[in-house]
């Protein structure tokens, strides 16, 4: 295992075409989830200049029954989209909540994935899928993340913020931003890199002998503030390089400037590279999708694993086959880290506190609910749990799974 290297995580804001459409995608899911808590949701989202096309299957009672859509649901399938893109910011020429084209070729679910997920008789519910997912869980922050990609989020999250309270008028939605950390015995020591690139208004660039050099030093102050209060100060040092907007001007973004598609920006919804990834994206999906749900069992678990102190690091895999219940596998890698315990010994104890069947995880995290498109920006992990939100990222395992092992 290496001890001294350089790790970079990359995230993208709510503004981002790709994250655009996940954000209406699971908006769609909390709609349906919001009218039967049993719906079945596979939404995809197509985003490009002034239109957002979607496609896919659904099962809900009060909006799709018997092949047929409920008199207004239609019109308020088309309500959220736009109120989604609205409260993103977008009432650009180019992508305006208001006036974009919308296509809706959803339609319902495909009786032979029913058959195989649903429960009848005695026969369990299977997941929706097969497939891999992994969880992971590392102590670099207090929300026990990656800290390349926890401060890329952060600095994402609080610009979005300042930009909807006015506190920063000259930035638009799109963004991205990058974390590069040199690592020392495993434990970040200095940020040697930090790139950001955001959508502004128009005239705050200066590239190349061209633009308005004062409102782009406005820009490169204003987000360099940002950082540092994001950042821990000892990670900032003389040494540290800023990239602001590096290719110049950024005016034109969004859907407007690049189609995007749900599903695309998987590893920024997940540990910025420092974990394995199964492949399969979160949003659009309804619980009983294991791409979904087992991804967030296995983050719970992981997490609860090193929030106990028994490791610093925890990667957990889970594999699923469509339409049978328990998983067919479990692995625990504690990368060398485990303080008593070994990967063995949980292995045999995990499935014990918590059912792993899909029906279990959604019973256990309370899953059935509308709480998918505060997720779909920012990460799905490292956030706060509050309410019924990201229950994933709870910590009340920790008693029993120390009690177990005693």
Not at 42 to 47: D, F, I, M, Q, Y
Not at 338 to 359: H, I, M, N
């Amino acid at each position: 295992m290496r001890s001294t290297f350089l790790f970079t995580s990359e995230s993208v804001s709510e503004g981002h075409p790709d994250k655009v459409a996940d954000q209406i995608s699971d908006a769609i899911v909390d709609l349906l989830l919001s009218k039967d808590p049993e719906a079945r949701v596979a939404c995809e989202t197509l985003t490009t200049t002034q239109r957002v096309v979607l496609a896919g299957e659904i099962r809900c009672k009060g909006v799709f029954e018997n092949d047929k859509w409920v008199p207004g649901a239609l019109e308020e399938i088309e309500q959220t989209v736009r109120e989604t893109v609205q409260a993103i910011g977008y009432s650009q020429s180019g992508f305006h909540w208001e006036t974009l084209n919308f296509e809706n070729h959803l339609h319902g679910q495909s009786e032979h994935i029913a058959q195989g997920v649903d429960a009848v008789g005695n026969k369990d519910e299977g997941a929706g899928d097969q497939g891999i997912m992994f969880g992971y869980a590392s102590d670099e922050t207090p929300d026990l993340m990656p800290a390349t990609l926890d401060y890329s989020h952060k600095i994402l999250e609080r610009m979005a913020a300042d930009r909807k309270s006015g506190a920063a008028p000259f930035l638009e939605p799109d963004a991205k931003s990058q974390v590069t950390l040199r690592y020392e015995n495993e434990k970040p020591v200095e940020a040697t890199a930090i790139v950001v690139s955001t959508q502004h208004a128009p005239g705050y660039f200066f590239h190349n002998g061209e633009g308005d050099a004062a409102k782009y030093a406005e820009l490169e102050a204003y987000v360099k503030g940002v950082i540092a209060d994001v950042l821990p100060a000892e990670l900032l040092t003389a040494n540290t390089v800023y990239l602001i907007n590096p290719t110049g001007r950024f005016e034109i973004g969004g859907p407007d400037g690049d189609a995007g598609l749900t599903g695309r920006k998987i590893i920024v919804d997940t540990y910025g590279g420092a974990a394995p990834h199964g492949g399969g994206a979160f949003s659009g999906k309804d619980p009983t999708k294991v791409d979904r749900s087992a991804a967030y069992i296995t983050r719970y678990l992981a997490k609860n694993v090193v929030a106990a102190g028994l490791a610093r690091r925890c990667t957990i895999q889970i594999a699923y086959a469509i339409g049978v219940s328990e998983p067919l596998s479990l692995y625990v890698d504690l990368h060398g880290t485990g303080k008593g315990v070994s990967e063995d010994q949980l292995e045999a104890v995990l499935p014990t506190l918590v059912s792993l069947s899909p029906r279990g995880i959604r019973t256990h995290l309370g899953l059935n609910k509308p709480i998918y498109r505060v997720s779909a920006a920012y990460g799905h992990f490292g956030r706060k749990a509050e309410g019924d939100l990201f229950p994933w990222e709870r910590t009340d395992l920790v008693d029993s799974l120390k009690a177990a092992l005693a």
